[in-house]
């Protein structure tokens, strides 16, 4: 269920972002993949996951989140 809402998300911001899922979930350090990751990030935090959860979801460290929530 959460990983296919994670994939769900990565879907949807990759299409507002101009670039695609795969990019989101991948080591990219873009401008436009950051800002769709970081979107991913507050939608799933909004949803009510912890920072650690969300971090193992998108391969990241939970303070790399952290840090990802407060810019986005």
């Not at 299409?15 to 939608?43: H, K, N, Q, T, Y």
């Given at each position: 269920?959460?990983?296919?809402?994670?994939?769900?998300?990565?879907?949807?911001?990759?299409?507002?972002?101009?670039?695609?899922?795969?990019?989101i979930?991948?080591?990219?350090?873009?401008w436009?993949?950051?800002?769709?990751?970081?979107?991913?990030?507050?939608?799933?935090?909004?949803?009510?996951?912890?920072?650690?959860?969300?971090?193992?979801?998108?391969?990241?460290?939970?303070?790399?989140?952290?840090?990802?929530?407060?810019?986005?």
């Amino acid at each position: 269920m959460t990983t296919a809402r994670v994939r769900q998300y990565a879907r949807e911001e990759a299409a507002r972002f101009g670039c695609s899922a795969s990019e989101i979930l991948s080591p990219l350090r873009r401008w436009d993949v950051v800002a769709a990751r970081r979107a991913v990030m507050r939608r799933l935090r909004d949803d009510g996951f912890s920072t650690p959860q969300i971090g193992k979801w998108l391969d990241r460290d939970h303070t790399t989140v952290l840090s990802g929530l407060r810019a986005a």
